[in-house]
């Protein structure tokens, strides 16, 4: 008899989510080459062909390299149209490969335009949301409880640093304070966001369900955002930060103790003693111990990104077996996979958890663990008791497709 295996196959069919995905990063390749055209963007190319090879690489020389296309994608969603199409068609794309979840994330203040403010770009982009998970949802099969209803939220990221340049908004605000230290500058968006977070979620009742903190960690510590992420957390507002990324473990505890943070962005560096830059951290080892333990048992989830780790991090370019996704299961981290971005990282999900299961000899088990946490640990858009009953019926249906290939992974089922 043949042995089941964890083919492509059954790693398409798998129930999935996407914690961390960023909107502007995950655009369609045509609809970007419409936009653009439409709205008057100057592209380096006209043909999918052509930006795949010039702007949307497989691989990157850098950091900078790799944000080069969010230069074009954001030039592009400048209006309420295209922001909701964009959402909209993305909410889709992750729906046709099983992903049953999604949390979009964008800074909205890249998008403000005159009277278009922070809660008009986030009611359009939660139109498109919307739209989609209503036709997905209105499936028979669906209906029918035969497949989980389709589910999103959208995190709002404030930036660790911006100049006038990043746009309209971003640019008031030195216009307006020309005395204030740039750090001030930083705190006093990142609030201003957090407030119309908020009141996109409580007045508008929108499905804005998290705040990020996203942007070069490296001399721009998430401690000076601490207000923001303060008010976020009196509103119960999930919490993630990019931590972890660029710079050590310091940052990941920074933003943990500083920013309440429930969840962090990659997190790559948490185990790296080569990465502390604090001078009074004398035993390394030990921070990084404790560090873990402290992240472990509190369970806050780390969002991994394989792919797009692999194109910012040379170390990890030849061989993605360096990558500590192994080691966080092994700590037993509470850990998910996420895209990232799938146009800028030309990565799906399915693409993801194929390459975990591979570099990682991920087995079933660990697998329906892994998958199991993205759906648990999301900032749901519901109450608690609708999300249990949520996961149970995604933890059903990923039970019965491991099943179909010869897994057995039923637990008790209610």
């Known amino acids: 008899m043949k042995k089941p295996a964890l083919t492509r196959d059954l790693l398409f069919e798998l129930p999935k989510s996407d914690l961390h995905l960023h909107l502007d990063g ?27 090879e010039l702007v949307f690489k497989r691989a990157y020389k850098n950091l900078p390299e790799y944000l080069k296309g969010f230069e074009f994608t954001v030039a592009c969603l400048q ?22 979840y999604v949390e979009v994330r964008f ?7 005159g009277d278009f403010g922070v809660r008009e770009v986030l009611r359009a982009v939660c139109k498109g949301l ?24 959208v995190i709002v990221c404030a930036l660790r640093f911006f100049l006038p340049v990043f746009g309209e908004h971003y640019r008031a605000y030195f216009e307006a304070l020309p005395s204030a230290k740039p750090e001030e ?51 119960f507002l999930g919490k993630t930060v990019h931590a972890g990324e660029d710079y050590g473990p310091e940052s990941i505890f920074q933003a943990i103790t500083d920013c309440h943070a429930d969840r962090i962005g990659h997190g790559t560096w948490l185990f790296s003693k ?38 910012t991090i040379p170390e990890l370019r030849t061989d ?41 000899k991920l087995e079933p088990r660990g697998l329906k663990d892994v998958l199991t946490y993205g759906f648990k640990r999301s900032f749901f858009p519901g109450s608690y008791p609708e999300k249990r009953d949520w996961v149970r019926s995604v933890v059903n249906r990923m039970e ?15």
């Open 185 to 235: 500058i930083y705190a006093l968006a990142s609030l201003e966001l957090a407030r119309a977070a908020v009141a996109a979620k409580e007045v508008d009742g929108l499905p804005v369900v998290g705040l990020d903190l996203a942007g070069q960690e490296h001399g721009f510590p998430a401690k000076d955002h601490q207000a923001a992420y303060q008010l976020a957390h009196e509103h």
């Open 274 to 311: 080569r990465h502390i830059k604090d001078k009074s951290i004398v035993d390394k080892q030990a921070y990084v111990d404790r560090l873990v333990q402290y992240v472990a048992e509190r369970r806050i989830t780390l969002e991994v990104c394989l792919t797009s780790n692999q194109q």
């Open 320 to 360: 993605l077996r360096k990558h500590p996704f192994k080691k966080m299961r092994e700590s037993r981290c509470s850990v998910t996979l996420c895209t990232d971005n799938r146009l800028v990282s030309r990565t799906t999900m399915t693409d993801e958890v194929e390459k975990a299961v591979t570099a990682f």
């Open 400 to 414: 019965d497709v491991f099943l179909a290939a010869g897994f057995d992974l039923r637990g008790g089922r209610r």
């Open 107 to 113: 800074a909205p203040q890249l998008h403000v335009r």
């Open 130 to 153: 919307q739209r989609a998970e209503k036709e997905i949802n209105n499936d028979p099969s669906v209906k029918s409880g035969q497949l989980p209803r389709f589910r999103s939220g």
């Open 79 to 100: 209006d309420a149209e295209a922001l909701e199409r964009v959402a909209y068609e993305l909410a889709w794309d992750c729906r046709k490969e099983n992903v049953f």
């Open 26 to 52: 995950s655009l369609r390749l045509d609809t970007l080459i419409e936009l653009a055209a439409s709205r008057k963007v100057k592209l380096p190319s006209a043909t999918p062909e052509g930006l795949l």
